[in-house]
């Protein structure tokens, strides 16, 4: 007798995800299969919608303390994609999707414009993320650079001086302008050649003031923090213009219709609907609307966690779906709402349905770990989505704090008391009623260091993963779960804690 005719190897999915249990990605473990390749060969290339290829299965949560413009680029390059969130108001988040688009390289500074007529009072008129204060002929982004004062510039004028307009002791030079879509190569062969510490990157018709538009400043040592990084060796995500892809969350409301044409301008290359139950009448209408209004935008429906809330939404005629109710690190909704499901099953029965009608499923909330990458990507999902993950980075919004001795940054929901009263009162107080329900909470993360470091570590450990399972892709992966070939089991609490570090007095976890 062959020895699976003895015993039995696991379950198969279907199986094992149909006995009414709620599984999380902590619950169940794959067995694992046959080797006969290399982790440099798996591929992780993917589709973030039906018309949006990533060749990284990463997509950054659009929320006010994990995605902005700096978060985005940064996980472009590594060839995910960002979603800016939506609690700010339309004409930033639109600027934000313009500033994404406009670069190649992930720098990160926000700096400070002023016209030539401005004058500079205190220290505080400098941006945190840049020494420098950039002057142009309007005093936006969107005019001719005309120059530049650094924080040490000032600092060292005579206090008289201090405060007078700008242009009576700025620095000018067309010496540091540098075309926006200049690789990292090109601009460090620029810093060479001029001998120079900083340059200004520069959209349009750099001579013309309404035809050019500032895009970044940037920095020698910016190129070398950049360069120091390990790569994922394939190209970022970038659209037909040559900029970096970039996604963008909005409601369901009558307003959200003008927030969505203010990102369409500046060219957003997908679409979020942002709601923790998105099979409802409000959404439905709202996929329609974008379907006929913008018929070559992609949009994304959710969240939904089960086949029928799957299927309403793609009748209605989404391009991905988002999945995941209650799971994330800061959401209260099971335990306020009494609402949702385990992530792992969720995301195995949406994507099993969606992905009959070739609608690619993005895993969203409760990843912790790389492990739970690789669970959710071969359970069905094309990509996983994150909060935490990525909230303590330097990419995120927001400044280091101190707590405890820790370095951290803050983390919030975006149904959090704190984010609701932020920006999405409307949205939140509904229009008939006051009171206020919390379904997140308000926390903080443990500094992570750069995403352009730390998510390539996280991606080859999935790729070991892959090779583990004998996947040398997802394809491959979801055509060994959905044919019986890739068999789980539930995890018991004992197993848990054996699969975890035990038994020993101290240890250190250094992943890489
Ligand atoms: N994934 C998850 O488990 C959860 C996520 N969240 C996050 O919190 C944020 C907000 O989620 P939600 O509160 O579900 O936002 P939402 O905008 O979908 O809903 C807020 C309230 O407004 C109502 N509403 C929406 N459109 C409407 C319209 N056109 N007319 C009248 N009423 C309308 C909804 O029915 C709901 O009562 C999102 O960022 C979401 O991702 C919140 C809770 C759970
Ligand atoms: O119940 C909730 N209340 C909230 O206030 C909230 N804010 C975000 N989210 C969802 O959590 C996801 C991020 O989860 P992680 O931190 O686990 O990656 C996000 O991507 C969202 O789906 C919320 N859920
Ligand atoms: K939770």
């Known amino acids: 007798m062959a020895p699976s005719e003895i015993v039995e190897d696991g379950f198969a999915s279907t199986r094992l995800f149909n006995q009414g249990y709620s599984y999380t990605y902590d619950d169940v473990i794959f067995l694992p299969h046959y080797i006969d390749f290399s982790t440099d060969d798996v591929s992780l290339s993917t589709n973030l919608t039906r018309r949006l290829p990533l060749y990284t299965p990463i997509v950054t949560s659009p929320m006010d303390t994990v995605t902005e413009s700096a978060m985005a680029a940064a996980v472009a390059s590594l060839g995910g994609i960002g979603i800016i969130h939506p609690n700010l ?168 219709k003008e927030r969505l044409e203010g990102l369409v ?22 996929i329609k609307y974008v379907k006929k209004v913008y018929p070559e935008l992609d949009v994304i429906g959710g969240n939904v966690v089960t086949a029928a809330q799957a299927e309403n939404l793609i009748k209605a005629g989404v391009d991905g779906l988002r999945v995941g109710m209650g799971s994330g690190s800061i959401c209260t909704t099971q335990e306020v709402c009494a609402v949702g499901r385990g992530q792992a099953t969720a995301v195995y029965k949406v994507a099993s349905i969606a992905s009959k009608y070739g609608v690619p499923v993005i895993a969203d909330g409760g990843i912790s770990n790389s492990g739970h990458i690789v669970k959710a990507l071969v359970l069905g999902a094309s990509t996983v989505m994150m909060g935490s993950f990525l909230a303590g980075s330097e990419e995120a919004p927001g400044s280091y704090q101190y707590q405890n001795g820790q370095r951290v940054k803050k983390y919030r929901g975006m149904g959090s008391l704190e984010a609701m009263t932020k920006g999405s009162d409307q949205r939140y107080l509904g229009d008939t009623t006051k009171l206020k329900i919390a379904q997140g909470v308000v926390g903080a993360v443990a500094d992570k260091g750069s995403v352009l470091k730390f998510v390539p570590y996280t991606m080859q450990a999935v790729k070991q993963g892959f090779q583990d399972l004998g996947a040398s892709s997802l394809k491959s992966a979801h055509d060994l779960l959905r044919g019986g070939v890739l068999r789980l089991e539930v995890r018991t609490g004992a197993a848990q804690v054996e699969g975890g570090v035990h038994g020993l007095v101290s240890y250190e976890k250094k992943p890489f």
């Open 89 to 256: 108001s339309a004409q930033v988040q639109a600027a934000m999707v313009r500033s994404v688009k406009s670069r190649r390289v992930p720098f990160l500074s926000s700096p400070t414009f002023l016209s030539p007529s401005h004058r500079i009072s205190s220290l505080d008129d400098f941006d945190a993320s840049s020494p420098y204060v950039l002057i142009t002929e309007s005093g936006s982004p969107r005019s001719k650079f005309v120059g530049y004062v650094s924080k040490s510039d000032w600092l060292n004028l005579e206090d008289e001086r201090k405060g007078s307009e700008v242009k009576s002791y700025m620095k000018t030079s067309n010496d540091i302008v540098i075309p926006w879509n200049q690789s990292l190569d090109q601009i460090e062969s620029f810093f060479k050649e001029k001998d120079s510490d900083l340059g200004v990157l520069v959209r349009g018709n750099a001579d013309v003031a309404t035809e050019s538009e500032v895009v970044d400043v940037v920095m020698k040592e910016d190129v070398e923090r950049v360069r120091g990084n390990p790569r994922l060796g394939l190209g970022g995500t970038v659209g037909p213009d040559g900029g970096w892809r970039v996604g963008a969350a909005i409601g369901t409301r009558e307003s959200d």
């Open 265 to 286: 301008k500046e060219g957003v290359d997908v679409v979020v609907l942002d709601s923790s139950q998105g099979n409802s009448i409000y959404q439905i209408e709202m």
